[in-house]
Protein backbone atom coordinates (compact mmCIF):
# COMPACT_ATOMS: atom_id res chain seq x y z
CA UNK A 1 0.00 0.00 0.00
CA UNK A 2 2.43 2.51 0.58
CA UNK A 3 4.53 1.99 -2.41
CA UNK A 4 0.85 2.75 -4.63
CA UNK A 5 0.44 5.68 -2.08
CA UNK A 6 4.02 6.75 -2.93
CA UNK A 7 3.34 6.06 -7.04
CA UNK A 8 0.23 8.14 -6.97
CA UNK A 9 2.17 11.19 -5.01
CA UNK A 10 4.83 11.10 -7.95
CA UNK A 11 2.16 10.70 -10.62
CA UNK A 12 0.10 13.93 -8.27
CA UNK A 13 3.46 16.00 -8.25
CA UNK A 14 4.39 15.58 -11.53
CA UNK A 15 0.94 16.38 -12.99
CA UNK A 16 0.97 19.37 -11.02
CA UNK A 17 4.33 20.36 -11.54
CA UNK A 18 3.58 19.71 -15.64
CA UNK A 19 0.25 21.77 -15.36
CA UNK A 20 1.99 24.57 -13.92
CA UNK A 21 4.97 24.80 -16.18
CA UNK A 22 2.89 24.28 -18.96
CA UNK A 23 0.42 27.23 -18.11
CA UNK A 24 3.56 29.66 -17.11
CA UNK A 25 5.34 28.73 -20.79
CA UNK A 26 1.41 29.63 -22.52
CA UNK A 27 1.75 32.82 -20.58
CA UNK A 28 4.81 33.38 -21.55
CA UNK A 29 4.82 32.68 -25.01
CA UNK A 30 1.70 35.39 -24.98
CA UNK A 31 3.83 38.15 -23.18
CA UNK A 32 6.41 37.81 -26.21
CA UNK A 33 3.93 37.75 -28.73
CA UNK A 34 2.12 41.03 -27.42
CA UNK A 35 5.23 42.19 -27.22
CA UNK A 36 6.32 41.85 -30.62
CA UNK A 37 2.39 42.73 -31.58
CA UNK A 38 3.13 46.28 -30.39
CA UNK A 39 6.89 46.49 -32.22
CA UNK A 40 4.66 45.55 -35.67
CA UNK A 41 2.05 48.96 -34.57
CA UNK A 42 5.12 51.05 -33.88
CA UNK A 43 6.69 50.17 -37.29
CA UNK A 44 6.26 53.12 -39.80
CA UNK A 45 5.48 55.49 -36.94
CA UNK A 46 8.49 58.50 -37.07
CA UNK A 47 9.05 60.85 -34.12
CA UNK A 48 10.86 63.28 -35.67
CA UNK A 49 14.13 61.82 -36.89
CA UNK A 50 13.11 58.67 -34.36
CA UNK A 51 11.63 55.57 -34.66
CA UNK A 52 11.67 53.47 -31.30
CA UNK A 53 11.15 49.37 -30.54
CA UNK A 54 10.24 47.48 -27.35
CA UNK A 55 12.83 44.73 -26.06
CA UNK A 56 12.68 42.51 -23.09
CA UNK A 57 14.91 41.31 -20.60
CA UNK A 58 14.83 38.91 -17.75
CA UNK A 59 15.82 40.45 -14.21
CA UNK A 60 19.00 38.64 -12.71
CA UNK A 61 16.96 37.38 -9.70
CA UNK A 62 14.29 35.64 -11.90
CA UNK A 63 16.54 33.98 -14.02
CA UNK A 64 16.90 31.12 -12.05
CA UNK A 65 13.07 30.42 -12.27
CA UNK A 66 12.65 31.60 -16.30
CA UNK A 67 15.13 29.11 -16.52
CA UNK A 68 13.83 25.97 -15.17
CA UNK A 69 9.84 26.95 -15.86
CA UNK A 70 11.18 26.77 -19.18
CA UNK A 71 13.10 23.40 -18.98
CA UNK A 72 10.20 21.73 -16.81
CA UNK A 73 8.00 22.94 -19.86
CA UNK A 74 9.39 19.57 -21.51
CA UNK A 75 8.32 17.14 -18.76
CA UNK A 76 11.79 16.44 -18.39
CA UNK A 77 12.60 14.41 -14.60
CA UNK A 78 14.95 16.34 -14.13
CA UNK A 79 13.46 19.88 -15.09
CA UNK A 80 10.75 18.61 -13.00
CA UNK A 81 12.62 17.93 -10.00
CA UNK A 82 14.65 20.96 -9.91
CA UNK A 83 11.06 23.10 -10.14
CA UNK A 84 9.75 21.18 -7.27
CA UNK A 85 13.27 21.59 -5.12
CA UNK A 86 12.82 25.66 -6.17
CA UNK A 87 9.10 25.74 -4.78
CA UNK A 88 10.13 24.02 -1.68
CA UNK A 89 12.88 25.91 -0.69
CA UNK A 90 10.61 29.06 -0.49
CA UNK A 91 7.50 27.63 1.11
CA UNK A 92 7.78 30.58 3.33
CA UNK A 93 8.05 33.08 0.46
CA UNK A 94 4.75 30.94 -1.47
CA UNK A 95 2.16 32.45 0.96
CA UNK A 96 -0.34 35.33 -0.29
CA UNK A 97 0.77 38.77 0.42
CA UNK A 98 -1.30 40.77 2.94
CA UNK A 99 -3.56 41.57 -0.30
CA UNK A 100 -4.11 38.73 -1.23
CA UNK A 101 -1.92 38.59 -4.38
CA UNK A 102 1.11 36.45 -5.56
CA UNK A 103 4.44 36.31 -3.84
CA UNK A 104 6.33 38.61 -7.16
CA UNK A 105 8.29 35.70 -7.76
CA UNK A 106 5.56 33.67 -8.65
CA UNK A 107 4.17 36.60 -10.91
CA UNK A 108 5.89 36.25 -14.56
CA UNK A 109 4.84 39.76 -15.08
CA UNK A 110 7.50 41.07 -12.57
CA UNK A 111 9.92 38.90 -14.09
CA UNK A 112 11.37 40.84 -17.02
CA UNK A 113 12.83 44.31 -17.53
CA UNK A 114 11.59 45.96 -20.54
CA UNK A 115 13.65 48.82 -22.75
CA UNK A 116 12.84 50.91 -25.24
CA UNK A 117 15.38 51.50 -27.84
CA UNK A 118 15.87 54.60 -30.64
CA UNK A 119 16.69 54.21 -33.77
CA UNK A 120 17.24 57.33 -36.03
CA UNK A 121 16.36 57.29 -39.59
CA UNK A 122 18.99 56.11 -42.00
CA UNK A 123 20.67 54.04 -39.21
CA UNK A 124 20.78 49.89 -39.10
CA UNK A 125 20.77 49.32 -35.66
CA UNK A 126 18.85 51.59 -32.70
CA UNK A 127 20.40 52.10 -28.63
CA UNK A 128 18.81 51.36 -25.55
CA UNK A 129 17.42 54.40 -24.77
CA UNK A 130 18.78 55.46 -21.56
CA UNK A 131 18.40 58.18 -18.78
CA UNK A 132 21.68 60.12 -20.50
CA UNK A 133 20.49 59.68 -24.22
CA UNK A 134 17.15 60.90 -23.15
CA UNK A 135 18.83 64.02 -21.83
CA UNK A 136 20.01 65.28 -24.73
CA UNK A 137 16.81 65.97 -26.75
CA UNK A 138 14.07 68.88 -26.21
CA UNK A 139 11.16 68.97 -23.36
CA UNK A 140 9.42 66.77 -25.92
CA UNK A 141 11.24 64.65 -27.34
CA UNK A 142 11.94 63.27 -24.00
CA UNK A 143 8.66 63.06 -22.75
CA UNK A 144 7.78 61.18 -26.12
CA UNK A 145 9.01 58.07 -24.41
CA UNK A 146 6.99 58.56 -21.60
CA UNK A 147 3.67 58.29 -23.57
CA UNK A 148 5.08 55.39 -25.86
CA UNK A 149 5.70 53.43 -22.67
CA UNK A 150 2.48 54.37 -20.76
CA UNK A 151 0.61 52.87 -24.18
CA UNK A 152 2.79 50.07 -24.63
CA UNK A 153 2.61 48.67 -21.15
CA UNK A 154 -1.37 49.10 -20.96
CA UNK A 155 -1.62 47.15 -24.23
CA UNK A 156 0.03 44.58 -22.90
CA UNK A 157 -2.20 44.59 -19.48
CA UNK A 158 -5.20 44.58 -21.32
CA UNK A 159 -4.03 41.98 -24.13
CA UNK A 160 -3.21 39.89 -20.92
CA UNK A 161 -6.63 40.07 -19.15
CA UNK A 162 -8.69 40.12 -22.54
CA UNK A 163 -10.30 43.49 -21.45
CA UNK A 164 -12.83 44.59 -24.46
CA UNK A 165 -12.46 48.30 -21.93
CA UNK A 166 -9.28 49.70 -22.73
CA UNK A 167 -9.42 53.22 -22.01
CA UNK A 168 -6.07 55.51 -21.26
CA UNK A 169 -6.85 58.94 -19.01
CA UNK A 170 -4.17 62.18 -19.59
CA UNK A 171 -4.57 65.55 -17.99
CA UNK A 172 -2.85 68.22 -19.43
CA UNK A 173 -1.70 65.68 -22.48
CA UNK A 174 1.11 66.00 -24.51
CA UNK A 175 2.65 69.18 -22.72
CA UNK A 176 5.52 70.52 -25.06
CA UNK A 177 5.12 67.95 -27.88
CA UNK A 178 5.37 69.31 -31.49
CA UNK A 179 2.08 68.45 -33.17
CA UNK A 180 3.85 65.82 -35.69
CA UNK A 181 4.99 64.39 -32.91
CA UNK A 182 1.62 64.04 -31.31
CA UNK A 183 -0.19 62.85 -33.82
CA UNK A 184 1.93 59.84 -34.12
CA UNK A 185 1.28 59.50 -30.36
CA UNK A 186 -2.36 59.13 -31.25
CA UNK A 187 -1.92 56.99 -34.47
CA UNK A 188 -0.09 54.39 -31.96
CA UNK A 189 -2.75 54.77 -29.36
CA UNK A 190 -5.26 53.85 -32.27
CA UNK A 191 -3.35 50.98 -33.55
CA UNK A 192 -3.28 49.61 -30.09
CA UNK A 193 -7.21 49.87 -29.72
CA UNK A 194 -6.73 52.22 -26.75
CA UNK A 195 -9.16 54.97 -26.13
CA UNK A 196 -7.71 58.36 -25.19
CA UNK A 197 -9.72 60.26 -22.85
CA UNK A 198 -7.38 63.54 -23.22
CA UNK A 199 -7.81 67.06 -21.51
CA UNK A 200 -5.63 70.00 -22.28
CA UNK A 201 -5.73 73.47 -23.47
CA UNK A 202 -3.87 72.58 -26.72
CA UNK A 203 -6.15 70.35 -28.66
CA UNK A 204 -9.35 71.26 -30.29
CA UNK A 205 -9.17 67.33 -32.47
CA UNK A 206 -8.82 69.02 -35.59
CA UNK A 207 -6.09 66.45 -36.45
CA UNK A 208 -5.94 63.18 -39.53
CA UNK A 209 -4.48 61.03 -36.21
CA UNK A 210 -7.71 61.08 -34.60
CA UNK A 211 -10.86 61.03 -36.97
CA UNK A 212 -12.71 59.00 -34.49
CA UNK A 213 -12.93 61.04 -31.78
CA UNK A 214 -15.36 63.76 -29.62
CA UNK A 215 -14.22 67.04 -28.57
CA UNK A 216 -16.06 68.81 -26.07
CA UNK A 217 -15.00 72.40 -25.59
CA UNK A 218 -15.21 74.07 -21.97
CA UNK A 219 -15.42 77.59 -21.58
CA UNK A 220 -15.56 80.00 -18.52
CA UNK A 221 -16.65 83.71 -18.93
CA UNK A 222 -15.87 86.60 -16.33
CA UNK A 223 -18.73 85.60 -14.08
CA UNK A 224 -16.66 81.73 -13.79
CA UNK A 225 -19.85 80.57 -15.51
CA UNK A 226 -18.37 77.21 -17.32
CA UNK A 227 -19.89 76.36 -20.39
CA UNK A 228 -19.96 72.92 -22.38
CA UNK A 229 -20.31 72.29 -26.06
CA UNK A 230 -19.45 69.79 -28.94
CA UNK A 231 -16.93 71.21 -31.49
CA UNK A 232 -16.80 69.08 -34.99
CA UNK A 233 -14.47 69.45 -37.94
CA UNK A 234 -14.21 69.86 -41.60
CA UNK A 235 -11.01 69.70 -44.10
CA UNK A 236 -9.87 69.06 -47.32
CA UNK A 237 -8.84 65.45 -46.60
CA UNK A 238 -11.94 64.74 -44.48
CA UNK A 239 -14.72 64.93 -41.84
CA UNK A 240 -14.49 64.23 -38.20
CA UNK A 241 -15.75 60.94 -37.53
CA UNK A 242 -17.86 60.61 -34.28
CA UNK A 243 -16.47 58.16 -32.06
CA UNK A 244 -19.99 57.02 -30.48
CA UNK A 245 -21.81 57.37 -33.30
CA UNK A 246 -19.78 56.47 -36.49
CA UNK A 247 -21.53 59.19 -38.40
CA UNK A 248 -20.01 62.48 -39.37
CA UNK A 249 -21.54 66.12 -38.97
CA UNK A 250 -23.02 67.85 -42.10
CA UNK A 251 -20.86 70.91 -41.45
CA UNK A 252 -18.64 72.65 -39.06
CA UNK A 253 -20.27 73.89 -35.90
CA UNK A 254 -19.18 75.08 -32.82
CA UNK A 255 -21.90 75.21 -30.09
CA UNK A 256 -21.82 77.06 -26.41
CA UNK A 257 -24.53 76.86 -24.43
Known amino acids: ESVVNERRRKLLEKTILGDLS ?5 DLYRLRESLNAVNRLLEGLTFGRAQYSFTQKIKPEYRQVYGI ?12 RQLKEFFESRLEQLRLQPDGTLPAFL ?31 SGGEQA ?6 IMAMSALLYNQIGSRIRL ?13 RRDELLRFAAR ?19 R ?10 ERNEVFLGNFRWESE ?12 PARKTQETG
Do not use: C
Not at 22 to 26: A, D, L
Not at 192 to 210: H, N, Q, S, W
Open 22 to 26: NQYTR
Open 69 to 80: VRRAGAIDPESQ
Open 107 to 137: DYRHWFDYQLHIRTIGAQNGVELTSDIRRLG
Open 144 to 149: VPNYLL
Open 168 to 180: LLFDEAFYGIDAA
Open 192 to 210: LGITLVVATPEMDGVTEAM
Open 212 to 221: ESTTLLLEKN
Open 237 to 248: EGTQMEMFTGRA
